[in-house]
């Protein structure tokens, strides 16, 4: 520990200008790292909470069953499923069957821009979940930085002044406080980064069952026009006979 002891016994005098002005910065307290992450804590935690009320009302249950009688060409059937639903899904076959008297390729392009337009909706705020995430613990450790610093320094004055035993007791409580700062911060990230992959993962499982139900449409659409074809083909025949 001697080049510990001999660094915070150097005065702020034999430092140069600039390391004496950032020495007196970083003597601060490192609790107001704490407050940041507790306010960072509280902020990601409603959006957890925001989010999960989010896509539980924000999605279409049995949505399989639905995509089934859109392949049958059950049209009918999956507008009453749809009244009242808010979400990707319901947007996606409402918009769809409204354009659907326009043939398969239009309504292949509704799909894709309605698809476009709802996602952003279910991305909002996870962003933040995922950047909180990853810096949280690095916001932590810039705070256990800041504690040593001024732990070391308070052995240098104690040293000076003659301290004697209660140096290595003041040297482990600073150090031990902290180390707080970083477990504050491991506390904060893992919950966020947890729900940050919770949510990526439902959003591309609601993704995919979306573009289940728009492949049935365009699918049982294209499938009737070729029967639709070949009746009307088979009523001219008969004509001509």
Do not use: C
């Not at 704490?34 to 924000?58: D, G, K, N, P, Q």
């Amino acid at each position: 520990m001697t080049p510990f002891l001999s660094l915070a016994q150097t005065s702020h005098t034999e430092l140069g200008w600039l390391s004496s002005k950032l020495l007196g910065v970083t003597l601060t307290s490192a609790e107001w790292v704490l407050w940041v992450l507790v306010i960072l804590s509280v902020l990601s935690i409603a959006i957890m909470l925001e989010r999960t009320v989010y896509f539980a009302r924000h999605r279409l249950p049995d949505s399989e069953a639905l995509a089934v009688r859109l392949a049958r060409g059950e049209y009918d059937v999956a507008r009453k499923a749809i009244e009242g639903k808010t979400g990707m899904e319901a947007a996606i076959i409402r918009e769809a069957l409204a354009s659907a008297d326009q043939g398969a390729d239009t309504v292949e392009q509704v799909i894709a821009s309605t698809l476009s337009r709802e996602r952003p909706q279910y991305e909002r705020f996870l962003s933040y979940l995922g950047t909180l995430g990853n810096n949280a613990p690095f916001i932590g450790l810039f705070g256990t930085v800041l504690g040593i610093i001024k732990a070391f320094n308070d052995l240098g004055k104690m040293n000076a002044q003659g301290g004697g035993g209660a140096m290595q007791q003041t040297v482990m409580a600073g150090i031990s406080e902290a180390l707080v700062a970083t477990a504050v911060g491991l506390a904060v990230a893992i919950p966020a980064v947890v729900a940050f992959n919770v949510f990526n993962r439902q959003l591309k499982t609601l993704t995919s069952r979306t573009n289940a139900l728009g492949y049935a449409l365009v699918g049982s659409m294209r499938a009737e026009r070729p029967a639709a074809a070949s009746t009307a083909t088979a009523a001219r025949a008969a004509e001509a006979r």
